[in-house]
């Protein structure tokens, strides 16, 4: 596709359900990214995959947080036992592989927004 | 369909001028309007605008929404090599949880 996509693009579930959110990077972008945004606040990240390295999960905030990514295309965000705190818009975005200088642009896709009831 | 646009696209300056990054936007149900820096793998928070002609500030960075003329400006004065970044745009509207934009790259030489 012309740029990323993520699905659904609004999801309402009930405390302690799982949910599961999916990212489509642009074909060719080795490196894909989660970010979080709560409401009025700036981009929290979650994760970042590179390639076939070991992500970096180093932004996610709890183990009821997970994700995976199946060589270089989709990705799949899953919180388990949701909390109305996960309340909030979850961005993926994917690049070119980031060299060791200046980052290549992020292309952001629109979003989910999650609403934990 | 919510579009974000940015221009220009590049821009290549001198330690000590002053430049202007451009925001334009077409969305359905306009909240807000949010500038980003880029400098590494997580775009770092700079400013969110919601009303028109308040200008908002944070050292040498400003910034300024324009809902008549669906726009927004981010100003940046005496820059400094520090300011190198890829700035981005991003518009959160009633249709789509944020909307970005191919953001500016910045490079300030000394």
């Known amino acids: 596709g012309a740029g990323v996509s993520q699905s659904p693009s609004n999801k309402v579930t009930e405390k302690g359900k799982d949910v599961e959110l999916r990212c489509d990077p642009i074909?060719?972008?080795?490196?894909l990214y989660w970010y979080r945004q709560r409401l009025g606040q700036g981009l929290e990240f979650l994760i970042y995959?590179?390639?076939?390295?070991?992500?970096?999960k180093s932004g996610l905030p709890s183990d009821r947080f997970s994700a995976e990514r199946t060589g270089e295309s989709v990705s799949t965000l899953t919180i388990q036992r949701t909390q109305q705190e996960d309340s909030a818009v979850y961005l993926c975005?994917?690049?070119?592989?980031?060299?060791?200088?200046?980052?290549?642009?992020?292309?952001f896709g629109p979003g989910t927004r999650l609403t934990v009831t | 369909e919510d579009k974000v646009v940015q221009s220009p696209l590049s821009l290549v300056v001198h330690e000590g001028d002053t430049v202007t990054l451009n925001c334009s936007y077409e969305?359905?149900?306009?909240?807000?309007l949010l500038w980003y820096k880029q400098e590494k793998k997580a775009p770092t928070f700079l400013f969110m605008l919601?009303?028109?002609?308040i200008e908002k500030k944070s050292g040498r960075l400003s910034s300024i929404l324009d809902k008549k003329e669906l726009s927004s400006i981010l100003n940046i004065t005496a820059t400094q090599t520090g300011d190198s970044a890829i700035y981005l745009c991003?518009?959160?509207?009633?249709?789509?949880?944020?909307?970005f934009g191919k953001g500016t790259r910045l490079s300030v030489i000394a």
């Open positions: 975005a994917s690049s070119l592989a980031p060299g060791s200088g200046y980052p290549y642009e992020q292309y």
């Open positions: 074909s060719g972008h080795t490196a």
């Open positions: 995959f590179q390639g076939n390295s070991a992500p970096d």
């Open positions: 969305v359905t149900n306009f909240r807000s």
């Open positions: 919601t009303s028109s002609g």
């Open positions: 991003a518009v959160e509207a009633g249709n789509t949880p944020l909307v």
